[in-house]
């Protein structure tokens, strides 16, 4: 037992700082989940727990609601799918109906998903956030050790990618942390590769090769493509390297074109359906995203990289930086920082020169450059809709394999080159003096005296650390006696973990099991109508986007980075006083629509639409109240499947959706479709018989020839028929479905399809 704990002792010592930083889960049962934003930020939410919390429920970091409003409830119904045997196909809870699988960020084929089908929910999203990091710095430490540093120095390096910046800003998203964690180990396999290659293309000995898969495929499958992607391009240009400085041999070449294809061909599955939803989306219409600020690295937000906190922070509620604090903190520690540039030192010249290359490549991409607006002034696919601040995820790796470097020469250079690391040491005092200058300077810097406020104490720490850092440097270059030396090193461990821990639970929320979507007087209501339909709400603090995905009840409202053009077209001009398709639609990927004056609001089953302040409307009656929640039960709302008496045919969007507005929908419908000519049509009876994510099933009489309006979003993977036979699904009134029935009595049925 004692052999084995000293030789994994590193491991396990990454093991206790992941349960150290998870200590309120372990220990008290708190969650890492922002579910506090839940409870506290949202009706019915605050109508429930006003008695017990009359000033509100406080909440952690009101910066991490996307968690609680993307990722868990899209995953959640995901694992739903899969535990009942079907293919996480389609979403009908938001946006009147929408790819789920084509969803990247669902990630329903994720090896590790394996974990979420443990219930509670919750308690299973609690350990598959924890195993992130703890996977991550496993990952960095083997990937490192390859590297034949010391176990002291990849152990920093590991704390530096494990709890740095990047990670810890993203760590309950969970997507994104499990995209990124697979990294260290796809370069681990590229070494081994290299080292291993035989002439034998499909040799045995050359089973790293096809290890490199499992990663590869895993960090796809995670959930995040920008993120994957990045790391794709890093590795691809890792492959390289090493390639060329073994000798180019060509069976490597070879192998690692037939490993990706094998990738390419795995993961098919899910690039195919995305690209299709990517290409029917309005991604990349709505926004020009050159003019969002802090779009880029902001210079001045490269103090971060040796402050984090002297912006402010969004969990202590005095952030005073450019938009978004996650998008710029690239904080891997002050003493991890130091011996990235110590690196230069190092006897691994290939790997600092590589990585190096890599930040300063990184760098020049993701701050706000001449070349780096390149790709969205020629609207590159891809490269123009994606946010080049999320380049610190390379940033902030190569930094932390760089820290691994130079803390090994440190501690096991047999002559330590004094005069460099002086050199170093005096350009981050010089650093912190500059910093130092500014708080506390008088000159009129157009910074408010708040906001220096809060520079002034969150530079306080990091320059202490600093100090201590630079203090136990010493001792390790000047002490030569090996206990105590072996003592200052672990002393530089501990500083550095607990400077990361520090900065990375003030950030992170852990939140109470009752705060996790529970159950209120108003869901209980809308839950207990067995009805077909839909909800719509008049104001942001309601149900959030993708909320009622949680509670299985659908509605009109979504968030997504991607979401159906024609939809998104059709809402923008029910919403605007001109019925036009043209852009911008107003939305920044979140479609809330407030008119619900309109006729289009009646045409999308809106059953019920909910409010804080009474509505004065003929058509609205208020049928329930929690609080200041309101409910009215709109009497207009159209049936979820009707027939119609005529169709127009409009192959012009503009015209179409112009016409919606001028006539009776319920009885008129405007189609995409080749044959020549409009139609009248016999008028039947509809009944829905059952109705799930990926199938519907309806009964149908009528005397003569019908048209069956379905609203629920058209999209191209849903096929239709009619007692067993195929049909056509006709693109109806812009963003809906339409089938020709023939006369007599029908099974219908709507089923969705892979491709």
């Not at 998203?173 to 499990?178: D, Q, S």
């Not at 600092?352 to 993701?366: D, M, N, Q, R, T």
């Not at 003096?433 to 500014?438: K, Q």
């Not at 319920?666 to 109705?691: H, P, Q």
Request: contains cysteine; hydrophobic residues 50%.
């Amino acid at each position: 037992m004692v052999n084995i704990i000293k030789k994994n002792l590193f491991l396990l010592l990454i093991l206790l700082g992941v349960l150290a930083f998870f200590h309120k889960t372990v220990l008290y049962g708190l969650l890492p989940i922002p579910s506090d934003t839940i409870v506290g930020l949202y009706h019915p939410y605050l109508d429930m727990m006003a008695k017990t919390n009359p000033a509100g429920v406080p909440f952690r970091n009101f910066l991490i609601t996307d968690p609680v409003r993307q990722i868990i409830p899209w995953k959640e119904l995901s694992i739903d799918l899969l535990s009942r045997a079907q293919l996480p196909l389609w979403n009908p809870y938001e946006m009147a109906g929408k790819p789920l699988l084509a969803n990247f960020q669902s990630s329903p084929f994720y090896p590790i998903n394996i974990l979420l089908f443990i219930r509670p929910f919750y308690l299973s999203w609690s350990i598959f956030i924890l195993i992130q990091p703890l996977l991550a710095g496993v990952f960095t430490f083997l990937y490192l050790k390859n590297l034949k540093l010391d176990s002291r120095a990849c152990l920093l390096g590991a704390i530096s990618f494990t709890f740095g910046g990047f990670s810890i800003a993203w760590l309950e998203w969970g997507n994104i942390g499990h995209t990124v964690l697979w990294l260290p180990l796809i370069l681990l396999s590229i070494d081994k590769i290299v080292s291993s290659i035989e002439y034998k293309v499909l040799s045995i000995k050359n089973v790293w090769g096809f290890v490199l898969l499992v990663p590869m495929v895993s960090s796809f499958f995670a959930g995040h493509i920008q993120i994957f992607f990045y790391g794709y391009i890093l590795s691809i240009v890792y492959f390289i390297f090493r390639w060329l400085e073994n000798g180019r041999k060509v069976p490597l070449l070879v192998l690692y074109l037939i490993l990706n294809t094998l990738f390419i061909i795995l993961t098919s599955i899910q690039w195919i359906p995305t690209l299709q939803f990517i290409n029917l989306s309005a991604r990349s219409q709505d926004q020009n995203y050159l003019d969002i600020e802090g779009w880029f690295i902001p210079w001045q937000h490269l103090i971060q990289f040796l402050a984090p906190d002297f912006y402010g922070n969004p969990s202590t509620l005095n952030y005073w930086g450019t938009w978004n604090y996650a998008e710029f903190v690239g904080y891997v520690g002050i003493v991890s920082l130091f011996f990235a540039f110590c690196s230069i030192l190092s006897k691994n010249k290939r790997e600092v020169v590589f990585f190096i290359g890599a930040v300063i490549v990184s760098l020049f991409l993701a701050l706000p450059t001449v070349i780096a607006k390149l790709p969205f002034d020629l609207l590159i696919p891809f490269l123009s809709s994606s946010q080049p601040t999320r380049l610190i995820l390379v940033i902030t790796f190569s930094l932390s394999i760089l820290s691994a470097l130079g803390f090994d020469y440190l501690i096991v250079g047999k002559r330590v080159n004094k005069k460099v690391i002086f050199g170093i040491g005096i350009l981050f005092f010089v650093l912190f003096l500059m910093l130092w200058f500014i708080v506390l300077s008088k000159i009129d810097l157009k910074i408010m005296a708040e906001s220096l406020m809060v520079a002034k104490r969150n530079l306080i720490f990091p320059s202490g650390i600093f100090a201590i850092g630079v203090i136990l440097i010493l001792g390790i270059i000047f002490v030569k006696e090996t206990m105590a030396r072996t003592l200052l090193i672990f002393l530089i461990l501990a500083l550095s973990f607990y400077d990361l821990f520090r900065f990375g639970t003030k950030f992170t929320p852990f939140t109470l099991q009752e705060y996790f979507y529970p159950q209120t007087r108003v869901i209980e209501f809308l839950q207990k109508d067995k009805d077909l339909f839909r909800i719509a709400l008049t104001d942001s603090r309601i149900f959030p986007p993708n909320f009622p995905t949680h509670y299985k009840i659908q509605s009109i409202e979504g968030y997504d980075p991607l979401y159906l053009l024609s939809y998104a077209q059709l809402i923008a001009a029910s919403e605007r006083d001109d019925h036009s398709i043209h852009e911008p639609f107003g939305f920044n990927r979140i479609i809330t629509p407030h008119n619900m004056n309109s006729k289009i609001i009646d045409h999308l089953n809106v059953k019920y639409v909910l409010s804080l302040s009474d509505l004065e409307s003929e058509k609205l009656t208020k049928v329930f109240q929690e609080g200041n929640t309101r409910v009215y039960e709109n009497k207009k709302a159209s049936a979820r499947a009707f027939f119609v008496e005529r169709i127009i045919e409009s192959i012009d969007s503009e015209n179409t959706i112009s016409g919606m507005f001028s006539q009776d929908l319920s009885r008129v419908a405007y189609v995409e479709k080749d044959e020549d000519g409009n139609g009248t049509f016999s008028v039947g009876e509809v009944l829905v018989i059952n109705y799930s994510e990926n199938k519907i099933e309806l009964e149908t009489e009528n005397s003569g020839e019908g048209f069956l309006v379905l609203t629920d979003s058209y999209y191209p993977t849903w096929r239709a028929q009619i007692d067993g036979r195929q049909t056509t699904i006709y693109k109806t009134n812009h963003a809906f479905r339409g089938v020709i029935i023939p006369s007599g009595k029908h099974t219908v049925i709507f089923k969705n399809s892979l491709f």
